[in-house]
Structures are given as structure tokens and as C-alpha cells.
């Protein structure tokens, strides 16, 4: 039950918004000023007042324990995913949420594990070649292909073919321009028919496909629903299916480009990892796990998660009126120097040590509470298997990389990743 709330709530002054807005700054840096004034902290952007909530304690309420008074709302994605469990609230989230939960626990990715490891085999393949050519790759689309055919052959049991592919990367430029957070930029809405023609033909394909196929895939789980539960009508079909690529594949994509950034500048960390245990063992797949972990906590993809306070509360004593903005930033949280010591250090030995585990909210790269990620533990495998294939074999010499990081609905390198590949046989 909410005691009275009797403190005033800290707040970044109008001058310091108009400094930030004098100077072109990005939404992240005025955040992080916010961030100084405490784990729950105001600022304005313009007439609106937004709450900042960074501290472990503070997060863990909002996602977890009061996730009916800190709703999602109207997500940004909306207009290209319709209905589809991203965007969905309320009842028919729960329905939703309820159908696919059971395909995405440790037992029911074991389903999709060998399309995989199929994909893994693809993008090896590839790499091989481009190791013997010698030439220079852009990782970042490698990456998204692989991402993408893991979802789309555990979707449909069939390779991502260059049509599909052509169709969603144009797609993903809609999806590209989509700010992190609109009311910062006072962006004009981000024209989505184009993007939605291309989404619409590739939900026709994956359906036209799931029929032929002979192993058992997403669409199927989605099909069945459709012919006997009355909610699932074929648009539902589409945006669910369209949810999964759009919400599991630049995701993972960009979290494993981060991760070869990283690991070019801190070579020693592959070396650790490898050396941890022979190929295949537990001690090896936990070092690999870590190195993923560790990236996701200073490049948590979704850096940014909205949520709106339905009700009048309050929040660490501070009132919280009905219908305010609530932001949470697992970006900022993981970069707590009071929750992670030495925060901007690359460490991803503080994964292994049991004895010191986070916080309860100090980590959530995939959220927290009833609207987790669906796909946490599928993107985490698929992550581990690609690593355990690759990072053997290669040594990923970066030649290019952006100087910029971008801010958007996630949080990437702004321009192409070029690496070099040199073979390294154990
Ligand atoms: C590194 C990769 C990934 C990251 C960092 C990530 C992150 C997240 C986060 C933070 C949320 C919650 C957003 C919020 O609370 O506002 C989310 C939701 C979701 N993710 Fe992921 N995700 C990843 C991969 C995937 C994959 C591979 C899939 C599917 C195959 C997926 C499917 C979903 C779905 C369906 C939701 C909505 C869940 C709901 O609202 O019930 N994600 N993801």
C-alpha cells in the first residue's frame, strides 16, 4: 500500500534543459545529468515532465512489482508491429504472452536449436570464405543476416532467402528512423507504409512457407492459435509473427557487434574466454556467457523503456502523478558507478563470480517483470552457439568502426563495422 508521499522530487532545472537544447545534445546526456540528482529524478522537456528513475531499488518496483501502475503505452513500433505482443496490453497481452511463453523457455527453444545451429553453420561458412579472400567484411551486416536467418528458420524451418532479406532490411530503415524517444526530438511521426507493404510480403512468405515445411516452426504455433482460438485473426497472425523478427533480430544483431568492438579492444578477453576450457566444455560456454553479459550491461541494445504511471502513487516517497512519463534506462543504470564499480570497465569476469550477483534491478538488459523480453534465453543461445563456433576460428582484426555511437529505439554503432578475419586454428 503507497504511504502519503511527503518529499519533493529532484529535478534538473529549466536552465539546464535549454543548455542541453541550446547545445544539440542527445536525450542520453540529459538523462545522465538527471541521473546525479538521484535514482528517481525530474527533468523537462519543454512543458512535459519526465521522471528518471536509475536506482536498483526504484527500477525493480516499477518493472516488476507495479507493473499495472507503471503500464507501457502506445510503443513506438506500433504502426509497423499492429498488435503483436510488443505492443499489445492488457488481456489480450496476457493471452498472447501466454501462447508463445511455452516456446521460449530453456525446454522449448530446444526446438529451434537445430535451425540454430544450422544458421551458426551458414555464417561460419561464410567467414570461411572471407578469411581465405582475405578481403574486408562489414560485420554488422553479417551479424544481421545471421540474426536474421536464426529467426526466420525457427520461425518457418526453411534459410532466409535474398528476397526476404532485400524486403526486411528495407523494412528496418523505417524501423531505423524511429527516435528513441519522440517527445525529446520533436520528430515528425516516421512514415511506415512503405515499410509495412515490405512487412506484409514477408508475413504472406513465412505463412506460404510454415505450410510446406516439414520440421515444426513458430508460424505453426501461430497457425494453430489462428484455427482455434477466435482472438487470432490474420492480422494478429502477421503482427505476431512480424513482433518476432522485428523484436529478436537487430536486437541481437547489434549486441554481437558491440561485442567484436570490444573484444578488439580488449583482445585479452577473447584469449580468457577461450582458454577457460577445451571446446564444449561448461567452463568455456560460462566464460562465452560472460563476455555476452558483460556487453549487454554496458551496450544494453533497448537502452531506453517508457512506461506511464496509470494512477496517482508514489514512487521512494516522491508523488508520481497520474499519466506521467516514467523513463527507465538500463544503459544508465549499468553505468551506476554505485551499483558497478568501475563501470566503464570492460570486465566480463564480474559475470563470474557467483558470490557477487547484481542487485535485484541493477541488470536489465531485457527488462525486468511480466514484460521481459520473451526472447531473452533464445537470444542468449544463439548468441553462445555463434561465439562458441567463431570466436575460435577467428581473430576479428576491426579496420573501420564509427566514431559515434547512436541513440535510437537502440543503441548502435552509427555507420558500418569493417573487419579483417584471420584464421586461428586451436
Ligand atoms: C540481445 C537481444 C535482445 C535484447 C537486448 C532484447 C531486449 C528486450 C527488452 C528490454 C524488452 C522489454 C521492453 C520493455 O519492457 O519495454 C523486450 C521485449 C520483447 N522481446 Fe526482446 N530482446 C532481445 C532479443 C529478442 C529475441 C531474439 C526475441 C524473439 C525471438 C525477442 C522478443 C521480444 C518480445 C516478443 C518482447 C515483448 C514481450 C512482452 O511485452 O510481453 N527479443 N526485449
Known sequence: MATAATSVLPE?????????????????????????????????LGERKVVLVTGAAQVQQVLAKQPDEYVKRGHRVKP??????????????????????????????????????????????????????????????????????????????????????????????????????????GDAAVDFTEANEQVDRVAEHAIALAGEAEEPGLVQVLLRAAAELPDYTERLVRDELMTLVVAGYETTATA??????????????????????????????????????????LYPVAWLMPRYAAEDGELDGFPIEAGTTVLLSPHLTHRDPQLWPEPEEFRPQRFLDAERRPAPGAYFPFGLGPRACLGAQFAVREMVLLLEELLPAYRVEITEAPAETAYRLTVHPDGPVRARLHTEGE
Open 256 to 297: 554481437l557487434n558491440w561485442l567484436f568492438l570490444l573484444l578488439d579492444a580488449h583482445p585479452e578477453q577473447r584469449a580468457r574466454a577461450l582458454a577457460a576450457g577445451p571446446a564444449g566444455s561448461a567452463e568455456r560456454t560460462a566464460a562465452i556467457r560472460a563476455l555476452v553479459d558483460e556487453t549487454l550491461r
Open 12 to 44: 534538473l532545472d529549466a536552465e539546464a534543459f535549454a543548455r542541453w537544447r541550446a547545445g544539440g545534445g542527445k536525450v542520453v546526456e540529459l538523462m545522465a545529468a538527471a541521473r546525479e540528482l538521484g535514482p528517481v529524478a525530474g527533468f523537462r
Open 80 to 185: 509497423l508491429l499492429g498488435s503483436g505482443l510488443l505492443c499489445a496490453a492488457g488481456e489480450p497481452w496476457r493471452r498472447q504472452r501466454k501462447l508463445l511463453q511455452p516456446q521460449f523457455t530453456g525446454r522449448g527453444i530446444r526446438a529451434y536449436e537445430p535451425q540454430i545451429r544450422a544458421a551458426v553453420a551458414a555464417a561460419a561458412a561464410r567467414w570461411r570464405e572471407a578469411a581465405r579472400s582475405g578481403e574486408v567484411r562489414e560485420i554488422d551486416a553479417d551479424l544481421r543476416y545471421f540474426s536474421l536467418d536464426v529467426i526466420w528458420r525457427s520461425l518457418t524451418a526453411h534459410p532466409l532467402d535474398p528476397e526476404t532479406h532485400r524486403r526486411l532490411a528495407a523494412a528496418s530503415e523505417g524501423f531505423a528512423a524511429i527516435p528513441a524517444f519522440a517527445p525529446a526530438t
